[in-house]
């Protein structure tokens, strides 16, 4: 991968902090790392990304055969009994694995598809997937602004502090600042702000955030929202609007 290129989103796709496994997106391309090797494709010739499932037809084939073939072999007596157990086990596990398949993240470029096996759709790749979509050049005729940003509930009088600060610090005492995606809004409102006067939405569009931003699930109710993880550049704020808004 190009040193110059700008990271816009990443995500591990086995465990936290899995450097020889992960996926990225820069403003150019999607980057998957597989087993510490980099893979790239352009964004122009994405056409979709998905998750499925998949079902290995040669351990199938080898189960199907063998498991059969050691049975007429005992049966007749071809093969001594510990060789014919060993090809018998050998053949159950093909089939079982086989039958269990595997979950792959499946790139659909415009020439051919490419698969990459990953343990389970985790919530944070799919978030990132979601975020990838969106900034596709093939989606680029779809209304998507509203999806590829991302938004922080705030006062007035706390949004002159910042102002005449020219700094958006993390307020604290979580180590980011809140934010949601646009159909988290009206939870975040209903939650936080529910007995707050003069409220204001700020639309920010997360290609500009000069900070790391993280899909979490900080509650444990299932839901990912986006953090931002430091101070936030105010250039990166496309709107303010007041609230109530229609979401």
Not at 51 to 80: N, Q, S, W
Not at 82 to 99: D, E, K, M, R
Not at 149 to 176: C, E, R
């Amino acid at each position: 991968m190009n040193s110059s290129e700008v990271i816009t989103a990443f995500c591990y796709l086995e465990t936290v902090d899995d450097e020889r496994n992960k996926a990225l997106l820069t403003e150019k391309r999607l980057v998957i790392v597989e087993k510490g090797k980099a893979q790239g494709f352009d964004l122009p010739q994405i056409k979709n990304l998905n998750f499925e499932h998949r079902k290995p037809m040669l351990y199938l084939l080898a189960g199907g055969i063998m498991v059969p073939f050691t049975a007429l072999a005992y049966y007749r007596d071809f093969l001594d009994p510990f060789p014919t157990l060993v090809l018998l086990i050998s053949g159950l596990f093909a089939l079982y694995f086989g039958w269990q398949g595997y979950d792959v993240l499946s790139i659909d470029l415009f020439t051919h598809q490419r698969d990459f096996p990953i343990k389970s759709v985790s919530a944070n790749l799919k978030a990132f997937v979601d975020f990838t979509l969106r900034h596709l050049p093939v989606n680029s005729h779809l209304d998507l602004s509203q999806e590829k940003m991302i938004y922080h509930l705030t006062t007035k009088s706390q949004w002159k502090v910042i102002q005449k600060k020219n700094h958006f610090a993390v307020p604290g005492p979580d180590p980011f600042i809140h934010a949601s995606e646009h159909h988290q809004i009206p939870g975040t409102l209903f939650k936080y702000f529910q007995d707050k006067k003069d409220i204001l939405l700020l639309t920010i569009d997360p290609l500009k955030v000069a900070v790391e931003i993280k899909y979490e699930d900080t509650t444990g109710a299932g839901e990912l929202y986006p953090h931002i993880y430091g101070p936030l550049n105010l250039d990166a704020i496309e709107k303010i609007n007041e609230m109530p808004i229609t979401t």
